[in-house]
């Protein structure tokens, strides 16, 4: 990520939330902002009605689950997100968000998929600034500081913005929220 960028990310988060009617506090639905950007997201169980194999999605469904989560697709002059409906409802929200921060830091597709070797082929930069925005979109600074002071637990986060307790427990600790309100309590004792 370039010098800044988490500034920036708390900024824009505030700013595409205000966009579509969204306070700094409130869960954020990631396919109602899909829609909103007209980004039509597509459910992975539903490719066997536009003629995908049964073995494909057989693979990602049972055989390497894990292995796919969303894939942000260019189709023409659009852009279309293949959500892997498999997974549990949070990842799937903690992916389609950072399939949109893709959208609204405007990446560009400059790498295909697949590499040579079959493996996907990604931009580190671009991806740490995608999981970092989405966690963003998902659940703000200004929210994880209010959180934070709380002392809501990693599980209660979880329950409010309908994520994962891991990703609960990322934007919390990696925020910096949880650190600072443990220091500015310290500095009121002192």
């Avoid at 903690?94 to 070797?117: C, K, N, R, W, Y």
């Avoid at 994962?164 to 004792?189: C, E, P």
Wanted: overall charge negative.
């Amino acid at each position: 990520m370039h010098r800044g960028f988490k500034e920036e990310a708390k900024r824009l988060a505030l700013e595409v939330r205000q966009e579509i009617g969204l306070d700094a506090y409130g869960p954020l639905d990631p396919l109602l902002l899909a829609n909103e950007y007209g980004v039509d997201v597509y459910q992975l169980s539903e490719l066997g009605n536009y003629g995908c194999s049964d073995a494909a999605l057989s693979y990602f469904a049972d055989d390497e689950a894990a292995a796919f989560s969303a894939a942000l697709i260019p189709i023409g002059t659009g852009l279309v997100i293949l959500d892997n409906d498999n997974h549990a409802a949070t990842r799937r929200r903690s992916s389609v968000a950072h399939e949109m921060a893709h959208v609204l830091l405007e990446h560009q597709f400059t790498v295909a998929i697949l590499g040579p070797d079959g493996c996907r082929a990604v931009e580190r930069e671009i991806e740490e600034e995608a999981e970092w925005f989405g966690g963003e979109l998902l659940i703000t600074y200004t929210a994880a500081m209010m959180l934070a002071r709380r002392n809501a637990s990693d599980a209660e986060v979880a329950r409010r913005y309908g994520v994962s307790q891991r990703r609960a427990a990322m934007r919390m600790n990696a925020s910096g929220a949880r650190t600072v309100v443990t220091r500015q309590r310290a500095t009121r004792r002192s």
